[in-house]
């Protein structure tokens, strides 16, 4: 396949702003977890962009600026338009796999590490490992690290940095550097932090099943009417 200087340029030279790692994680996300609606109209984009569950940060995008950073992730060829015949919405993918070149073409362990940073912030192997088994199961927190290494030390540019570890933390949290690189600002731990984040887990992941579900319904709904059309 030929790849135009053009475009090998934009991606050597790529930084990201926060809401278009934000739009890529997700796509990553509902790619592997709601397949029936993937790839994404805008709607779809926005609500999972501003998803409170299973997002560090929350934010609170509106569609002109969800638009205006999927123009711009096109144009740096990380998303692509995609339009069936079945639909005239236009919907959205991402591009960091089966690229034509090696720069920003990631295996599925590749992204499941990367969607987690992408939408979660820094990680520790073990949160990456739970947290992104709906995309890639690893065996064990080592088999997260050998990635991670991979991705630290890869020969175009480090993907991702481990950052210092912290007091009172037995891991070292591991940052991705599509929007530059990291400093990281350490803050002293709370005891009470750990607890909080234990009971609000299992609600999180309530919150997500109930998302996930809502997408699916809705694209039930949207066949069906396209159905019922051929019939009128």
Known sequence: MFVSGNEQDIALKLTLSAIEVRILGC??????TTPDVYPLTVNALLTACNQKSNREPVMDLDTSAVITAVDSLIEKTLVSLYQSGRSRMAKY??????????????STPELAILCVLFLRGPQTPGEIRSRSARIHEFQD???VIEVLRELEENPDRPYVKMLPRQAGRKESRYAHLFCGDVEELLQPDHGDQASVVSGNSRQ?????DVAE???RVSALEHRLEEFVKQFE
């Open 93 to 106: 993918r991402h591009r960091l796999h089966q690229r034509a070149f090696d720069e920003f073409n990631f």
């Open 141 to 143: 927190p080592d088999a």
């Open 204 to 208: 999180q992941e309530l919150e997500l």
């Open 213 to 215: 579900l809502k997408e």
């Open 27 to 32: 796509l990553i996300e509902k790619q592997a």
